[in-house]
C-alpha cells in the first residue's frame, strides 16, 4: 500500500501517520480490536480517537428531551470537527480533543491534548459512513458479531457504564440504535478492506491487520 510522505516537523513523526479505521455495530468489539493493535505495536506510538467523543454537544437541549434524540445517525456526530482535527495530526500538530459526557448527553468544558502518533486508530460504528474520513484511511477494518451478543454487551454497558435503566437502553435500542444500523452502518462494511468476523478477539485476524501495519509502517521509515 503507498504511503504519503509528509513533511517532518519538530515533534512529529518523521513520515505520515498510519490510520486505520476501525468500524462494526454498536457492541461488535471495536474498541476491543483497537486496544488489541494498540498493544501490540509497542515499539510504535499509537493513538486511539472515539468518534463518540465528537457527538454534538446538546447542553441547550431539556435533559428530558436529550434522551430522545438520535445518537446514532450520521449528523449526531461533529464529524468536520474529527475531519480538521485527524488533518492537523497528520500535519504533526497536536489537537485538543473534546471530552463527552454520555450521562448527561453533553460536551465537557475540558479538553483532552493528543499529540500526532506513528498510527492513528478512528474507532466508531460511522468512521466508514463519511467518505471523508474514508480518503484519509490507510486500512479500513469492520468488526463483526452476532446481532444478540451485540445487544447484551450494549445493554451491560448502558446500564454499567453510561447510568441507562433497562427499559431506557432497551428502548433506544429498538427506536433508533437498530434501525440506523441497518440503515448506515451495516452497509458500510462495503468499503472495508477487512473483516473481522467474531468480535474483538479473534486472535488471527488482529495478528494479520498488526502485520499488515507494521509492514505499511516500514515502507520509506528509517530505522
Known amino acids: 500500500m503507498p ?74 456526530f461533529d464529524t468536520p470537527l474529527l475531519v480538521k482535527h485527524v488533518e492537523r495530526l497528520l500535519a504533526g500538530q497536536p489537537i485538543q480533543k473534546p471530552i463527552y459526557d454520555f450521562k448527561t448527553h453533553t460536551r465537557s468544558p475540558r479538553r483532552e ?45 448502558d446500564i454499567e457504564v453510561r447510568g441507562r435503566t433497562v427499559e431506557s437502553a432497551i428502548e433506544q435500542y429498538l427506536d433508533t440504535v437498530k434501525p440506523m444500523h441497518l440503515e448506515f452502518v451495516a452497509p458500510s462494511k462495503r468499503y472495508a478492506d477487512i473483516i473481522i468476523p467474531g468480535g474483538g478477539y479473534n486472535e488471527i485476524a488482529i495478528d494479520l491487520l498488526v502485520t499488515k501495519i507494521r509492514d505499511v509502517l516500514g515502507v520509506g521509515k528509517p530505522r
Open 113 to 157: 491534548t493528543v499529540k500526532p502518533a506513528d498510527v492513528i486508530l478512528l474507532e466508531g460504528i460511522l468512521v466508514l459512513d463519511d467518505e471523508r474520513l474514508r480518503r484519509m484511511m490507510d486500512i479500513r477494518i469492520y468488526v463483526e458479531a452476532d446481532d444478540d451478543e451485540r445487544f447484551i454487551r450494549r445493554l451491560h454497558r
Open 3 to 76: 504511503r504519503i510522505p509528509g513533511r517532518a516537523r519538530a515533534g512529529a513523526p518523521p513520515h505520515r501517520p498510519v490510520i486505520i479505521g476501525i468500524s462494526g455495530g454498536t457492541g461488535s468489539g471495536k474498541t476491543t480490536v483497537a486496544k488489541q493493535v494498540a498493544s501490540s505495536l509497542q515499539d510504535e506510538s499509537v493513538i486511539i480517537i472515539h468518534h463518540d467523543s465528537y457527538y454534538h454537544d446538546r447542553a441547550r437541549i431539556p435533559r428530558t428531551e436529550r434522551a430522545r434524540l438520535n445518537y446514532d445517525h450520521p449528523e449526531a
